[in-house]
């Protein structure tokens, strides 16, 4: 079983800069695949990025040069950079975690984290 916390969410002006980060319960941590998603009001839940255990990330499109993604296996926390942001960005963040590789693949994730919510102001 793994529990997952998310934070760092909240309210910045487009281009602003947010970190969030998603604390992880468990031993196995390292070996886990770590995504990204987020739900904008109104939209169904997408994929923003995910790293995997050896540290290889990927983005959506969409965020590909803005958020990065990182993790400090050590802490068992992953990160999410997100610079530039835009009122597009709005949405409520979720951390997940696989075992697998099918990384931009919502339901290939085990675990969900409750969310966390970052608003960008125009």
């Known amino acids: 079983q793994v529990q997952l916390v998310e934070s760092g969410g909240g309210l910045v002006q487009a281009g602003g800069s947010l970190r969030l980060s998603c604390a992880a319960s468990?031993?196995?941590?390292?070996?886990?695949?770590m995504g990204w998603f987020r739900r904008a009001p109104g939209k169904e839940r997408e994929f923003v990025s995910a790293?995997?255990?050896?540290?290889?990330?990927y983005y959506a499109d969409s965020v590909k040069g803005r958020f990065t993604s990182s993790r400090d296996n050590a802490k068992n926390t992953v990160f999410l950079q997100m610079n530039s942001l835009k009122p597009e960005d709005t949405a409520v963040y979720y951390c997940?975690?696989?075992?697998?590789?099918?990384?931009?693949?919502?339901?290939?994730?085990?675990?969900w984290g409750q969310g966390t919510q970052v608003t960008v102001s125009s």
């Open positions: 997940a975690a696989q075992y697998g590789a099918r990384w931009s693949e919502s339901d290939a994730y085990n675990y």
């Open positions: 468990g031993r196995t941590f390292s070996s886990y695949t």
């Open positions: 790293i995997t255990w050896r540290g290889n990330t």
